[in-house]
């Protein structure tokens, strides 16, 4: 079992930055990470992953202004956020799940990120 809490969220303005930290409840070593947010009316939608191995993969809205990393020895997951825009506010969800293959079976509670002027 893989406990997942996210913290960092808030209100940003337009242009801003913010960033998102996901501790794990133990190792994240061999754990694939990933962040996902959802807007209400919309489906949940993948913002990054990272492998257990460190490739990172990004949605086409969020390439260049997001990026995500790890950090093994704290367990934790992080997601910088640059050049925030309007349409970036949702609750962001961390994930994690231990093989590749399988979908994403480890949620946080999620943080809620406002865009805002």
């Known amino acids: 079992q893989v406990q997942l809490v996210e913290s960092g969220g808030g209100l940003a303005q337009p242009g801003g930055s913010l960033r998102l930290s996901c501790a794990a409840s133990?190792?994240?070593?061999?754990?694939?990470l990933g962040w996902f947010r959802r807007t209400p009316g919309k489906q949940r939608e993948l913002v990054a992953t990272?492998?257990?191995?460190?490739?990172?993969n990004y949605a086409d809205s969020v390439k260049g202004r997001f990026t995500i990393s790890r950090d093994n020895a704290k367990n934790t997951v992080y997601l910088q956020m640059n050049s925030l825009e309007l349409e970036d506010t949702a609750v962001y969800y961390c994930?994690?799940?231990?093989?590749?293959?399988?979908?994403?079976?480890?949620w946080g509670q999620g943080t809620q990120v406002t865009v805002s002027s």
């Open positions: 990272i492998t257990s191995g460190g490739t990172r």
């Open positions: 994930a994690a799940k231990r093989s590749f293959w399988e979908d994403y079976n480890y």
């Open positions: 133990g190792s994240i070593f061999s754990i694939h």
